[in-house]
């Protein structure tokens, strides 16, 4: 038995990850992974009837007092027009139960829990654990400035200073001033460009060069340029492409049996891998996008890869884990800044503190939460970019099944209003610091608010104690007026827009 099946044979035998013995897995990874129909899904022997709870307790994040009734996730896959859904649950730092529904693409195979997901940004705290592994080991320094690490690019004059650099912790914390946003990735048939093509922004790059446009630690600003350079630098250190990198770092040592940094990915994987649906619910041509970003969003996983990964982060924090340390997770922890912690947010209720982390790509979106005290968490992984409100969904059902304090959604009361009200708050509103435009018109039973991109949102009056008259959607989104005639004002996702004639 080779190490890597070893550490599946124990880690099986710890969490139960499986129904098979240790021989099932060790067949099963001698054929190489090849045959994903052979990796069932999991139910703990006491977790039937929680797993039932969530699958039958769908609702949406606001629930309209005695007008909505509890929804199964797979109704709620065919109206938001998602062909796959997987998830895995955690309870008490083990792996609870996991399921997946659906097919790989509209009239494909069916999908199970071996299938392969593009996880999107899920692969940022992937990247940062096994930065954290390689810093104990001796090989990098956090603090020091990254250009000391960097042999195949330099990076150009910017706001940082020899005083006050740019490194790999403010790199991975999203503080460091680099403030590249997402990227698209790469059509099947387009070139791929190098990692140093990217951060130069030439072609065949499709992206903006890295730039350092804010001073270092100054704020927060969600950076993919700023985990590339990380990326770069890592594989200038250790001599090795990045892929090669997080599997001896953190997936053979983790035991995650089917996540897979290879850009592209290869060819023995596309038989399993669920192909991703636009908005539109078309298949992305070619069934994906290669994502050459890799650190920043190039990984593909499976839900028990990534629930492998919280449990092992929720041992750590006990002071129980061979693979992090107690100081990984106290490091991971320290400092945060506007309730992110290296890119997860904070989501708490008391002492009650949930990690979490989104992902989306071209076709896919993605989600992972972990209590780390109480050993609780889920994720979820979705062929479609419409899959956003059923995932928050699911996290919401799972918390009302085992009793979370936060992920539990909120419920409230249609208020009665008159049509002259309504109209009353129709019209153009302009968000002059955003540079947004947003229409307002009265519909039945409520308003509607069309956004420029095209995205309608109906909304409905509920009572408010403030000033403020209160608008709200199933999916959480509030909107709130405040005013009258000519000084009407909207607060809109944190942001207030002014209504007027014409856009100034």
């Known amino acids: 038995m080779n190490k890597r099946t070893q550490l599946i044979a124990l880690l099986t035998s710890i969490i139960g990850l ?72 955690i309870h008490n730092g083990k792996l609870d139960w996991s399921a997946t529904w659906g097919r790989l693409n509209k009239t494909g195979p069916q999908a199970n829990c071996g299938s392969l997901f593009q996880a999107g940004s899920l692969a940022k705290p992937l990247t940062v654990l096994a930065a954290m592994r390689i810093k104990t080991a001796g090989h990098i320094d956090f603090d020091r400035d990254i250009e000391a690490y960097l042999s195949s690019y330099e990076l150009p004059p910017g706001q940082q200073t020899s005083h006050n650099p740019v490194t790999f912790r403010n790199l991975l914390s999203h503080t460091s001033g680099v403030v590249r946003g997402g990227y698209a990735g790469y059509a099947k048939n387009e070139p791929l460009p190098s990692d140093q093509q990217i951060a130069l922004g030439k072609a065949p790059a499709n992206s903006p060069k890295i730039e350092v446009s804010n ?26 492409p990045f892929e090669k990198i997080m599997d001896e770092w953190l997936i053979a040592p983790l035991a995650m049996k089917q996540a897979e940094f290879t850009v592209p990915l290869p060819d023995d994987r596309h038989s399993y891998t669920a192909s991703g649906h636009q908005i539109d619910a078309t298949m992305v041509p070619g069934g994906w996008n290669n994502h050459p970003e890799q650190a920043a969003a190039g990984l593909w996983a499976t839900a028990t890869d990534l629930a492998m990964f919280l449990i092992e982060m929720s041992k750590a924090y006990d002071g129980e884990s061979d693979v992090f340390t107690l100081s990984n997770i106290r490091e991971l922890l320290d400092n945060p800044v506007q309730n992110h912690v290296y890119g997860f947010r904070q989501i708490a209720n008391g002492d009650q503190v949930f990690l979490t982390h989104y992902g989306g790509t071209v076709g896919y979106r993605a989600g992972m939460t972990m209590n780390l005290q109480t050993g609780d968490g889920a994720v979820f992984l979705s062929n479609s970019e419409n899959a956003s409100n059923l995932g928050e969904a699911f996290l919401t059902s799972v918390s009302r099944a085992y009793n979370w304090p936060v992920f539990q959604g909120e419920r409230v009361k249609r208020k009665a209003y008159s049509e002259e009200e309504l109209k009353s708050l129709t019209g153009t509103y302009f968000f002059p ?41 199933e999916t959480g989104v509030h909107a709130y007026f405040d005013g009258d005639g000519p000084n009407l004002k909207i607060k809109l996702f944190g942001q207030t827009g002014v209504r007027q004639l014409t856009k100034k």
């Open 18 to 89: 499986s129904t098979g013995n240790a021989s099932e897995v060790s067949e099963i990874e001698n054929s190489q992974r090849a045959n994903s129909s052979q990796w069932s899904c999991f139910v703990a022997s006491d977790a039937q009837e929680r797993k039932n709870a969530v699958e039958n307790g769908i609702l949406p994040q606001v629930v309209f007092d005695g007008e909505m009734k509890p929804s199964n996730i797979e109704k709620e896959m065919a109206a938001s027009k998602t062909p796959a859904f997987s998830v895995a649950v």
């Open 433 to 473: 610091e955003q540079g947004w435009e947003l229409s307002v018109a009265h519909e039945t039973n409520g308003l509607k608010f069309d956004f420029p991109a095209g995205n309608r949102l109906p909304l409905v009056m509920i009572p408010i104690q403030s000033k403020y008259r209160e608008f709200a959607h």
């Open 215 to 240: 001073t270092p630690g100054s704020m927060l600003a969600y950076s993919g340029g700023g985990y590339t350079l990380a990326e770069i630098a890592l594989q200038d250190i250790l001599r090795k």
